[in-house]
């Protein structure tokens, strides 16, 4: 795509942290979207990113349409720097476009004894509390914390009940969704996991109003709120989709996609070492709760993709059918032999 | 109790906050109380708040056993006053008490033109997914974003699928709760309002893996991060609990509990013209969403509790018998008649 060789890095260490830590919908399987955007010239392969305005703990930047997976890496580099001169660093990002995990980019905070932040909006899947219409992404919050002997805490989760790459994996297997995933065209319940190709819509954390979808709902709205209204990028309904299939949004009333990103320096608030040492004794106190019978021990947000990563360096990562014909396919057409 | 006019005042606007705003549970119910923990020496009337440790955009503050309601609404001035000068300013607490309701303090922001952000640790009641054992408090999350035309964008949400509050109203009426809200004491789903005094525990938002309480969990625990870990406070379990009569947990190994208060300058950013015209074109966007059939409109976070507000202050603050007995009581033990 003509990427200099450090963007080409970045990019794909982002998407190979995806596929490390079994986040599969967002790792590889992806590279073949990224490209298909680039053919439409709605991702920038050579951007020039630039900060817009900034305040000692604040920037705005324009990824002039750059992959997401690059400029939010930029992004944080700009908070961490920040958060070095005066405790934390925010960056809202306007004109971007899909930057994978949002744990790898909150992550990269925690080597400089930081916590990190990440957040973005996305394509319009989701149908707020009571509504038919399909409003906000899957808006993503990641939180890293370093500890200390204990690996660190890591949350990523989509504001809604299930993440669309959940639903790609029944729609694969031809299953049917749990109850509260889904609504149809009309905003009754389904558990069609092909519902969104008939209009229907992924519902918010919570999944209906008697079980706090309403929260849900809140959550995704804050995220457009830090990644889109300050930053000037498109928010709510008229976000850029990512398949290049699915028409533009009828109005643009920004530029690309949003990101906001931050960096908390931890000695900011507490000397690190106390901070971890009582991270430690957080993370134990989680793991030695009693456990429901029949259940698996209680986990520490973190927990699975580490426990993915660690077998996955070791056997591989395995790579869906599909995913090795698109990568064949992208081979051929860049003229670079994958077997 | 002896508190200061400046105190008394800000305590009595946090509290008739709640009031008005339809939060009847965390409103002048709670007097009682508060004057219990006084009167136990668990909160000091006349406290020396101060901070320990700050940057440009951070400080940890000491509540010194002061009420919640006044401490987090200093810590917010601190946060206000930080982010004037360099964009943001984030405030972590520790040796505090019950703050009220989230959405109050982050609101302070309002006027400043910024974005307020409040969260809070709290009583031990939540199970955190595959767990018996209550380890995480409701934890509420607020986010207080200025419109133009539009009023704020206010969210408040507890991260459990419901609030204790919501139980506490089933149990007056001895109605069962929907499934989902609360498990018993072997981690079994229950819909007894009852349940929390018979060993059972709350559920965090999401109520079962398949329906995302790891997200609910997680979310829970970065408010206690946020809250305790970075000021020093007591976290997940050893978080001490509002009401005297439970005893205090087995270790203490912060001091009080803990809040995070933040506040964002929008002009940080962008232009706060711009934020709110974007604002008011997001908010209207919602509020104009197809709603689904035989429901309400689809509603903007802080719209229910803004109706509220709106008819309470026509029409005054509806208070249950209970509540009027305890103002009785304190009344007497006050020597300031109430009738």
Redesign the interface.
């Known amino acids: 795509m003509n990427c200099s060789d450090a963007h080409a890095v970045l990019a794909a260490d982002a998407l190979l942290a995806a596929d490390l830590r079994g986040i599969d919908s967002h790792g590889i399987a992806r590279l073949s979207g990224y490209v298909r955007l680039w053919e439409v010239q709605r991702v920038n392969a050579t951007p020039a990113i630039k900060v817009l305005?900034e305040?000692?703990?604040?920037a705005?930047l324009d990824g002039d349409q750059g992959l997401g997976l690059v400029v939010a890496q930029e992004a944080m580099k700009i908070a961490i720097a920040k958060a070095e001169?005066?405790?934390?660093g925010?960056v809202?990002v306007q004109n971007s476009n899909h930057f994978g995990i949002a744990g790898y980019h909150a992550m990269l905070a925690l080597e400089q004894n930081m916590?990190g932040i990440a957040m973005t909006n996305a394509s319009p899947l989701v149908a707020?509390?009571?509504?038919?219409?399909k409003?906000l992404g899957t808006n993503p919050?990641a939180?890293a914390?370093p500890a200390g002997n204990q690996p660190p805490?890591v949350?990523d989760?989509?504001?809604?009940?299930?993440a669309n790459g959940k639903l790609e994996i029944l729609q694969r297997k031809n299953q049917e969704t749990?109850t509260?995933?889904v609504?149809d065209q009309?905003?009754?319940p389904s558990t069609d996991a092909h519902i969104l190709k008939k209009g229907g819509a992924l519902l918010p954390?919570?999944?209906d109003r008697?079980?706090?979808s309403?929260?849900?709902?809140?959550?995704g709205?804050?995220v457009?709120?830090f990644s889109a209204?300050?930053?000037?990028a498109n928010?709510?309904?008229w976000v850029p989709p990512f398949p290049v299939y699915v028409p533009m949004p009828t109005q643009q009333?920004?530029k690309g996609i949003g990101h906001f990103l931050g960096a908390?320096?931890?000695d900011?608030?507490?000397p690190a070492d106390?901070?971890k040492k009582?991270?430690d004794?957080?993370i134990e106190?989680?793991r030695n709760?009693?456990?429901?019978?029949g259940?698996?021990?209680?986990?520490v947000?973190g927990d699975p993709e580490r426990l993915a990563e660690k077998e996955r360096r070791q056997e591989g990562i395995p790579l869906h059918e599909s995913v090795i014909n698109d990568l064949q396919v992208l081979g051929q057409r860049f003229e670079l032999p994958f077997e």
Chains 1, 2 share one sequence.
Request: proline residues 8%; aromatic residues 12%.
């Open positions: 305005h305040t000692p703990s604040t705005v001169n005066v405790g934390t925010w809202s916590i707020p509390t009571f509504s038919i219409d409003m919050i939180v914390a805490f949350a989760l989509a504001t809604t009940t299930a749990p509260g995933w609504q009309s905003g009754q954390l919570g999944s008697d079980h706090g309403h929260k849900g709902y809140a959550l709205a804050i457009d709120l209204l300050l930053s000037g928010y709510a309904p009333p920004g908390i320096r931890i900011a608030f507490r106390a901070f009582d991270m004794h957080w106190g989680f709760a009693k456990p429901v019978e259940k698996s021990n209680v986990l947000p």
